[in-house]
């Protein structure tokens, strides 16, 4: 049942710091998260870590495990071999505050660059209508917990810091599809994701999709659809004669661009 | 919407500051809401809306909190699947689920402006389930009469902070993030009316002082306190010890929720919610024998609504009309303590919980559309795949009835400019919440706090409470006595964690899901030990970012409200909801009238503890509850 | 050069990444056979002979519109004139399809230019600016190429038909070599149809499916394709590769076709 497990812990703040190696009791059905608290509570009582519900549905816990993004809620012991040493560090993408947490109000200063949802009004009893098949894309990319595992691994914004101000990162993009998607929205935000989110950075090498611990296909259903309906809007000359000559689906009627 | 105090970010407040030990910030706000769940969110949103500067300030990252745990939905009578629902009948469900202690005006008003907060959410980007007709859909809960709950899938909760979070967003109120709130201040000179609150960011340890008339508290409940809870750590009855420090009273809190779903296997997620609407859904309780046990739990209160055969119950998913509701769907505290005893005499399962089966009476594809969270949740953390087996559950804490008294028109407590809303805030729900009211009771009372206090705030002008110089420097001085213990006492004392975790231990062992007269009072006397060991706990390092002299500050909450929970239940010699007497097992006519309220005594080290009469409800509301209307319930008399 | 994960704000830790794993194992291989794919296709391209033996003609050369051999070119000769392989006039579609394709760029991107090798990799170059910038805003255009690639496919579908036939062009006939096209045909529909610019203007740009049933139920079958998209990359780059090989090797003599009837 319970064994003794190594780790390499990350102990340090801005201005330095190094893995420090703790060795704690852990036992059967437990995750990496568990350990840690438990070297918290008997070995150091100030190592700081950012948790939340232990659930994995708040996307508090982020950090890289043996070097993988990864929520330490969700990253079970029996994944790894008991006699191998586990290496925990903070997210490498965002300025780190203290041991396993970061500063992560680059995703809070992304989130207010984006217009919100403008609805029209209600209809006249007062509700709304729209159907089960045209919210249920939207709906995959609401399951976002914001863990920020897509912005901590995006290379974009990991392997260049000069990028962050042009870049809004795969979260940002789900966002976006998100409301391009909406039934209802009455903005057409297309040549704002080009432009000022940066889709145009990204490069398609799906790591976002990769870590995503909701499993949100983000690449395949936000992303490159979002990419191509910012052809539809800024590169197809075919789409842009049909526009001319009134050779168009109707689907995008009503929005105005922001 | 750089901060004129300084120029930390003003939505994270992220900002490293060069000199993190010493120096205060201060801020002037008209409202600061406490708290960033569903409640605060609200609050905030109905603040700004109402023209107050606000703020809202929060120990996590903001949408983080743990409204996020939400699974089921939000009750509201919209009336989208059953024309027939209306706020009557859904109030009617309210109080008889609260077994009709709650306060009548609070479960009025929920009923009554629930449709239209849900309503809101959706303006703001909220994508619902849809029913055929495109309306949002609305799904069976246990307690309600009607499938009521808007819902997502089964991560309703999620939906509806994110939803608040980005209407927030838009609208540019400030957050201040990882930033606890240890005192709300009072202008003991101006009627001991609230002059602003204080705290400290949790990632410097430096202190902030918010200068405001008008503070909300929104902190949620005190699961932590429970060694076996749903609960996040936050869940340290932050806003109920505030408050009763300040000299608010909390009332009901002897009621504390088990759900009676909790994962109960492995270890290290015991007490993880498994959301009602698997049972909801068609999943049924099973013991050890394969039994469908709930059939022998059915009390009198509930007999003319619950289906006695499988049959019934059984066809009552499909034919809601001429069949009665499965027991399966009682409200939680009849299911907690039915799954408590079918352990208990030793019918359990291998991991001492029970089985709730739904991959024997669902397709996997339905399972995995309704229940997605649930099939992930499972499968990641317990390797259990729940459309070919079984789960195992067991009760565990989830929601305190109880909390601040507060006026149920404006949310606001005994201490003026001091409000309350959500889980922390008291009497909407009585004795026993149903299913998907709390996230309905956030939203209408978050809307009313916020409104109620920014009226209050505008209607002083410029003559505004003044934070007293002492206070400041006592508030200092106490949030770092951890650290100041550790220097004098050389034995050095214990460390937080330690002490927490025997408290969590105590609490579930004699103040859990069955009580009883010796038990409470034993429990009384180890939380004046855990007081006692508390005051010498020692903190290690220093105040940056440091878990261990947080959770020493939490520890005082949870002590207080600890003691304010066993103190209540030790007096109410009855059973009813929430708070099960093995002493006293049937509910009493006398108990039936009063609420129990608790203040801080005199010197602020213990509890005091008195009764108070139910608030006496309108003739014309008491006739839902008449034999003659609706269904004749046996015990009706108990709401008189 | 102190950015990217060596920043002075990131978390001070030397090693650019702490994966444990065979993470250059996937872009390695990518690596290998794209390159091994480029280096063959480009010699066969330019070699201009050996891509005919009847009834079969190689999917690199099909349709042949320049000075083609006897009996392979079924659309006419309009480029006659062109004094390079025949090749070279058509491949130019399905290489940009692929170039521009939505896969195929993780794969290259990750495998020759290292951005990044892997997920949580450090890449090695300081600068990236993505695709905001030419050449590589060019990568907008994949549907174009999408448009070409289905022309293509349906002359390759033509291609298989014919190859029910024998060397006589008798009709009713069938050999190995049939049967290898076939299978490659069926590759190259799955990764043609399965294509993410496909998805899109079949229904993807859609906001409304409930007002477009029809396109919703295309968008729905498309979209179960396009989770395979990368595999059918693959197989269909082995199979046109392996047909081509095939008919070389009949061509050139080296192997006897097998007959199946």
Redesign the interface.
Known sequence: MGYQLKMRV?R???S????GDYTVEV?????VL?ALHRV???Q?????????????????CSA?I????RLLC?S?LSDFEEDETI?V??L????????L?????FN??K??EL???A?PP?DAD??????????ER??EF?????CFLCQN?C??V??????KPAFSGPRFFLRYAE?????LDTHDRRELAQGAA?L????????CT??CP??I?I??NAI??M??????R???PLVWLGNKIGLR?K??DGRTEV | MTNPVNDRHPMTGNEMSGDAAGGMERHRYDVVVVGAGGAGLRAAIAAHDAGARTAIVCKSLLGKAHTVMAEGGIAAAMGNRWPEDNWEVHFRDTMRGGKMLNNWRMAQLHAQEAPERVMELEDWGALFDRTDDGLISQRDFGGHKYARLAHVGDRTGLEMIRTLQQRAVSLGIDVFMECTVTDVMLDQGDGGKVSGAFGYWRETGRFVLFETPSVILATGGIGKSFKVTSNSWEYTGDGHALAMRAGASLINMEFVQFHPTGMVWPPSVKGLLVTESVRGDGGVLKNAEGQRFMFDYIPEYFKSETADTVEEADAWYDDKKSNRRPPELLPRDEVARAINSEIKAGRGTPHGGIYLDIASRRSPEFIRKRLPSMYHQFKELADVDITAEPMEIGPTCHYVMGGVEVDADTQQSAVTGLYAVGECSGGMHGSNRLGGNSLGDLLVFGKRAGEAATAYTASLGEDRPKVDEADVKAAERSALAPFEVSDSLAQGGENPYTIQSDLQQSMNDLVGIIRTAPELERSLSEIEAFKVRAASMKVEGHRQYNPGWHLALDLRNMLVVSEAIAKAALAREESRGGHTRDDFPGPSEEWATKNLVVDLNADGTGIDLHEKPLPEMPDELKKYFEPAAAEPPAESKEGK | MTTGVHGPTRAAIDEKTLRQDRWWLPPLTTFVVFSAFVVYATVRAFMGSDYYASPYLSPFYSPCLGDCVEGASDFGQPFRAWPLSAALLILIFPLGFRMTCYYYRKAYYRAFWLSPPACAVAEPKTKYTGETRFPLLIQNVHRYFWYAAVLVGLVLSFDVVLAFRNEEHEWGHMGLGTLLMLINVVFIWLYTLSCHSCRHTVGGRLRHYSKHPVRYKLWTWVSRLNTDHGRYAWYSLFSVALVDLYIFLIANGTIEDVRFF
């Open positions: 990350w340090g703040d801005e330095g710091g190094d893995l036992s059967e059905g437990e995750v568990d918290q509570a008997t150091a009582g100030d190592l700081a870590i950012r948790w939340n519900c232990k659930a994995g549905k708040c996307g508090s890289e043996n070097g993988r993004p969700m079970r290496t560090t903070p490498r993408t965002f300025p780190v505050i203290r041991d947490v970061t500063d992560v109000s809070y200063e989130a207010r217009p919100s949802f609805p209600r007062n509700k709304r209508r729209m159907a089960q098949v045209d919210v939207g709906q609401r399951k976002c917990i914001e691994v290379h974009v990991r392997d260049h810091e000069e990028n409301l391009d998607m909406h039934p940066g145009g950075m990204c490069n398609i090498t799906k790591c990769e870590v909701e499993g296909k690449t395949d490159i659809p990419k191509e309906r910012v052809v539809d800024k590169y197809d689906t689907d995008n």
